[in-house]
C-alpha cells in the first residue's frame, strides 16, 4: 500500500512514539512526572474501627499497622483523612479497594 504524498507528509509530522522505559529509574521518573492524587477515607457511623484499620492495611499494603490507626482515628475525629497520595491510576485502585470493604473513600486532585 502506498500514501499519497499528502499523506506521507502527514504521516511524517506526527510524533515519533518513544520506546518504554527500560530501567526502573526511567520507569521511576515517568511515575514521578504523573499527576498526583489525594485518596481520602471519609468518617462514617457503621464500621467498627478494626474493621477500618484491616480494612485499610489489606487496601494499601505500603500502609503500616501504626499509619492505618493513625488514619483510622483522624477520619474519626475530623470527619475525613487523607490515606495516599499517588498516580490517579494507582488512586482510582485504592478507592475501589476500600470501597469493597464498605467504607466510604473518594479521590481529588493532589
Known sequence: MRLSPQLHEA???????TSAPR???EV??????????????????HNEM????????????SLSADEAMRIMLEAHLQGVAQVIVCPKEAAEHYRERLESFGLTSTIEPA
Open 50 to 61: 478494626a474493621h477500618v484499620v484491616h480494612a485499610l492495611i489489606s487496601s494499601v499494603p
Open 28 to 45: 521511576e521518573e515517568r511515575l514521578r512526572l504523573l499527576p498526583r492524587f489525594r485518596v481520602l477515607l471519609h468518617n462514617d457511623d
Open 23 to 25: 530501567t526502573d529509574a
Open 11 to 17: 504521516a511524517a509530522a506526527l510524533p515519533q512514539r
